[in-house]
């Protein structure tokens, strides 16, 4: 079975993603847009495992998911501080940290 | 001789029990300090009988003092032994400082009676006899340079003892400093010595001395002229002498009339070997001498402060003894007994002034006394052997002293000889103004003074030093003093005087009445106004700038000097700050325009890494497709 279609997938999602981070204002959005990077780059993972016949992709797919369950739980938390703060949940807004 | 180091421990302890004693030893510090002077000239005396009965120069090695290098072939090592050696030229100083000294104690005890800080005075006096001793004791230049400093430190010292006086304060500094200009030329030939012969002790010098070459030794003698040029406040670091006078009388007679400015012509004596190998050397020192003698009695003649009178004619004596040191053989014991005699006459005057100005409420303007002879009986006929003596008259010690080195001038050169003459008219003229001034005349005196005798206390050294100053020509009677330096100064020179020695001490005698004449003229028969007169002669007027010493100091080394001061720090700011600055503002601005990429969003951050992700992945390919 050819793994093209897997893995054009997987470019799409991926540039959609990363579009999404570099256009979006809204952080709930953004994040999503980095999880979907994520997801993206596990299709990938698992397609070129699947094509070489060994396991190391799909261990590495584990390991992307758990470190991404881990990224949610912190910056969800982070948006949901700064929302309560600023009364806002625009990631340009939350610009303090600079030169 | 373990007990000649006594001479110097003696007043060295003293000055240090008054000085680290403080406020304790206030109630007999001055008995204490006024004591150690005594009990040294006792010393002294012993070893003079010694020295006189055995002949042979005393020794005592005190210590090793530095002991560096290794003798391997090809190093010099160097090797300094603190010894004292007591021989005849030593022993004369060795007396003069503490007799003289001694007896300056005794009047200070007096004169500084109303003093608070009596005791610190006289703990400083200790300690500057303390150093001149070892100046005049030592056998080595590294250790006279040690007696050198702690002399020229003692003199700061006791110039600046008023020093909540600025002019006091002002003139303290500018000693030391003129006199480090000296000890640089000091410093250099000592380092020239060890250079030359491996090793800075006279004896070594000396023997050393045959085997350089003509000009390592002028230029050694040079050196050392520098150094006795600053000490001995001769042109052209004559400049420091008159400001000294801000300091208590005492010191002015003790210090800077009668011991410490002889150390220059101490030394030149004592290099004696240095500068027989050099004609070029000897000349300057001549040159030195004749023009400081000059030099220094014109300033005396316009002088209305009597300390500075006096102190102009200091200027002007050590230029007779430099004057006759640097004539060679000839003249070394002369300088010595010249030096001896003005040590007692001019000491003499300077405590008389002292009792004077005691006597008018410290007020130094001559033009302010006149008349005072009845007043200070004591004061006046002591002042006036002083007199005597300084002018020449005949019997009198300077007579005799001054007589024989022009005498000794005219063998060297006929000019020499005419300007030493020329002098001593001059020295006649100031000195006959300044006992005119003093004495006679009419009563000039400011209002609430009542001129009153100084205390016996103060009147007995001015007695003592009065004898000294009308009998000190007894050590001229058989040839006496040139046989006893005989074996460290070498022998005397052939007689070759251009005229007869009568007929020198006649035009002397000639001269010298002349200058009297001119003051009798101007004081003694005009009133004298009791301010000083300001349209005076251009002449004058240069004398009381003294010969404009301060203006020539100031233009040639002063402003040329604040001028590459103010060069070099502009350098400094402008080039090589401006070096440094620069690169620091380049950097920081820079930094201050990167730093506005970090613009605080975070989209533009993740621009940013997708770019740079990018960018390695392009490389990548571009690699591995290549």
């Known amino acids: 079975m050819s793994t093209t279609p897997f893995l054009v997938l997987s470019a799409l999602l991926f540039s959609i993603g990363a579009i999404g981070v570099l256009v979006r204002r809204n952080a709930i959005v953004v994040f999503m847009c980095i999880e979907l990077m994520l997801n993206a780059s596990n299709l990938a993972f698992v397609t070129f495992a699947r094509q070489n016949g060994n396991l190391d992709g799909q261990i590495a797919a584990f390991f992307v998911m758990v470190v991404a369950a881990a990224e949610v739980v912190v910056g969800l938390a982070i948006i949901v501080t700064i929302y309560r703060t600023r009364r806002s949940a625009s990631v340009d807004d939350a610009s303090l940290l600079k030169y | 001789m373990t007990w000649l180091s006594l001479i110097i421990l003696i007043p060295a302890a003293s000055a240090a029990v008054l000085l680290i004693g403080g406020r304790l030893t206030d109630g007999w510090g001055h008995l204490l300090g006024t004591a150690a002077p005594l009990a040294s000239f006792v010393v002294g005396l012993v070893a003079f009988l010694k020295l006189r009965n055995d002949g042979d120069p005393l020794h005592q090695n005190l210590f090793t003092w530095i002991n560096a290098g290794s003798s391997a072939p090809g190093n010099t090592p160097f090797h300094v032994s603190f010894t004292l050696l007591f021989d005849p030229l030593s022993a004369l100083f060795v007396l003069l400082i503490t007799g003289v000294g001694g007896l300056i104690h005794i009047y200070s005890i007096g004169y500084m009676a109303d003093d608070d800080r009596r005791r610190r005075f006289f703990g400083y006096l200790n300690l500057f006899v303390a150093a001149m001793l070892t100046l005049v004791l030592a056998n080595d230049y590294l250790a006279l340079f040690l007696g050198w400093e702690g002399v020229g430190l003692a003199s700061y010292l006791l110039i600046g003892f008023w020093q909540y006086k600025n002019s006091a304060a002002v003139a303290a500094k500018k000693a030391f400093i003129v006199n480090r200009v000296g000890d640089a030329g000091m410093l250099l030939a000592i380092m020239l010595m060890f250079r030359s012969f491996g090793t800075t002790s006279f004896a070594g010098v000396s023997a050393g001395m045959d085997r350089v070459s003509s000009g390592t030794a002028t ?176 019997g009198f010690a300077g007579f005799w002293s001054k007589d024989k080195i022009i005498e000794a001038a005219f063998q060297d050169n006929v000019l020499v000889g005419i ?202 390919l571009a690699v591995k497709l290549a």
């Open chain 2, 219 to 394: 230029v050694l003698g040079l050196l050392l002229l520098l150094g006795a040029c600053g000490k001995s406040a001769q042109v052209p670091l004559q400049s420091w002498l008159l400001d000294a006078m801000e300091g208590p009388t005492p010191v002015s007679a003790l210090i800077h009339a009668a011991t410490m400015v002889t150390a220059g012509v101490y030394l030149v004596v004592r290099s004696n070997f240095v500068y027989a190998q050099s004609q070029a050397a000897q000349t300057a020192v001549v040159v030195v001498g004749l023009v400081t003698l000059l030099w220094g009695a014109i300033i005396g003649c316009a002088k209305d402060d009597i300390k500075k009178a006096l102190a102009g004619s200091t200027m002007s004596q050590i230029g007779y003894m430099m004057l006759a040191a640097g004539i060679g053989p000839a003249g070394y014991a002369f300088a010595i007994f010249h030096l001896l005699t003005h040590g007692f006459f001019k000491a003499n005057m300077f405590l008389g002034a002292g009792s004077v100005m005691h006597a008018m409420d410290d007020d130094v303007d001559m033009r302010h006394y006149g008349g005072l002879r009845k007043l200070l009986p004591i004061t006046f006929l002591t002042f006036g052997c002083g007199y005597l003596a300084i002018i020449g008259f005949p």
């Open chain 2, 419 to 620: 300007g030493a003459v020329l002098g001593a008219g001059i020295t006649a003229f100031y000195m006959t103004r300044v006992m005119i001034l003093t004495f006679f005349g009419e009563r000039r005196w400011r209002e609430n003074v009542h001129p009153h005798e100084a205390p016996p206390v103060m009147t007995v050294p001015l007695v003592l030093l009065a004898v000294g100053s009308t009998f000190g020509g007894v050590m001229l009677l058989d040839g006496w003093i040139q046989g006893w330096l005989k074996p460290v100064v070498g022998g005397e020179g052939q007689e070759n005087l251009p005229m007869a020695a009568w007929l020198i001490q006649v035009i002397v005698l000639v001269v010298v009445a002349v200058g009297i004449a001119i003051a009798y003229l101007a004081y003694g028969r005009e009133t004298v106004s009791a301010t000083a007169p300001t349209r005076v002669s251009v002449f004058t007027r240069a004398a009381r700038a003294d010969l404009y010493g301060d203006a020539i100091n100031e233009a040639v080394l002063m402003r040329p000097g604040e001028y590459l001061t103010r060069l070099l720090v502009f350098f400094d700011n402008r080039r090589v700050d401006g070096a440094v600055n620069g690169l620091a503002a380049l950097i920081g601005g820079t930094s201050g325009r990167v730093r506005r990429w970090q613009t605080g969003f975070v989209r533009s951050y993740a621009l940013s890494m997708l770019g740079g992700s990018a960018v390695v992945v392009l490389a990548m």
